[in-house]
């Protein structure tokens, strides 16, 4: 996927591109079912909720086959190499949860806010592409963008390490009241929230704020994130475990634009 020079101006002016219906119904079908899987497990990867309930799978692209080849697949791999002119690595890979009842608050913040404080990554020259496993709603926690917010650089934030399970740098009232109102126009509200099918896909600025609300609805929301950085802008810190926070900086050679279909296939013709 190579994106058009109006995709490019809109990212850059908004800090965002959704693309809804990028991946089919059978590589959702396949990455639905080892995602559930996943979520059950009990293993260190697999942070909880307050409540118990599943939060975030990080780092199944190393466990698991399936997305093994989403985080070396083209469709997200090549947009981002693209924009940042070189070769990526995976600097995090999380399924979030956002369970049905259950799914709590993400807090406003930058992405990169945490991946300069933390992690020491020079620049925020990495981002998150977000593919949908689960219908995203507007009642079912979907993600809640300020567009142009990406402008103002890394912005102060606190170290939240009280209201939900997983530590975040987060951004205050203040700070997000103001920019809301920079991003009013034509009397809509400074915030958007992409819904699409299972299989939409989601870019955003590493400096864009976000946010999302508790799901208090039977239908869960899941989503994966894989955060690519330029192998150049490599993480210098390792402050955090490695399965939040890779230290293997190899470049991703992308797999074919088939590879979860072939996959499948082959899983298929091996149980007959
Ligand atoms: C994130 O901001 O990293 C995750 C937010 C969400 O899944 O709602
Ligand atoms: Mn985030």
């Known amino acids: 996927m190579q994106l058009s020079a109006e995709q490019l101006r ?24 080892e995602g559930d899987a996943i979520l059950k497990l009990d293993r260190p990867e697999v942070w909880r909720e307050k409540s118990g309930a599943p939060r975030t799978a990080f780092a199944a692209h ?18 981002l ?26 807090q406003w913040h930058q992405d990169y806010g945490t991946w300069a404080r933390d992690d020491g990554m020079p620049e925020a020259r990495a981002m998150n592409i977000a593919v949908f496993l689960d219908e995203v ?18 912005l102060a ?7 939900t399970s997983y530590p975040l740098w987060t951004l205050d009232q203040d700070t997000v009241t103001r920019l809301c109102r920079e991003a009013e126009r034509d009397g809509e509200p400074g915030i958007v929230a992409p819904t699409g099918k299972p299989g939409s896909v989601l870019m955003f600025h590493g400096n864009l704020v976000h946010a999302s ?12 994130y894989l955060t690519l ?5 490599h993480i210098t810190k390792f402050n955090r475990p490695e399965f939040i926070a890779h230290r293997d900086f190899t470049p991703i050679q992308q797999v074919s634009d088939d590879a979860l ?6 899983r298929r013709v091996a149980a007959e």
């Open 10 to 33: 809109q990212f850059d002016e908004l800090g965002y591109l959704f693309f809804p219906n990028c991946f089919s119904d059978d590589e959702i079908a396949l990455m639905r079912t």
């Open 62 to 79: 190393k466990f698991n086959e399936v997305f093994r080849l989403l985080a070396h697949h083209p469709r997200l791999v090549a947009p």
């Open 81 to 106: 190499e693209q924009l940042f002119g070189e070769q990526l690595y995976v600097h995090q890979f999380k399924l979030n949860a956002k369970a049905a009842f259950e799914g709590d608050v993400w």
């Open 137 to 154: 709603y507007p009642f079912n926690g979907a993600l809640m963008l300020v567009p142009r917010s990406h402008k103002g650089g890394t």
């Open 157 to 163: 934030a606190g170290h939240d390490l009280s209201t």
């Open 213 to 224: 609300a508790p799901n208090i609805t039977p239908y869960p929301r899941k989503i994966v």
């Open 229 to 233: 950085c330029a192998v150049s802008n």
């Open 261 to 266: 279909v072939e996959h499948a296939r082959a």
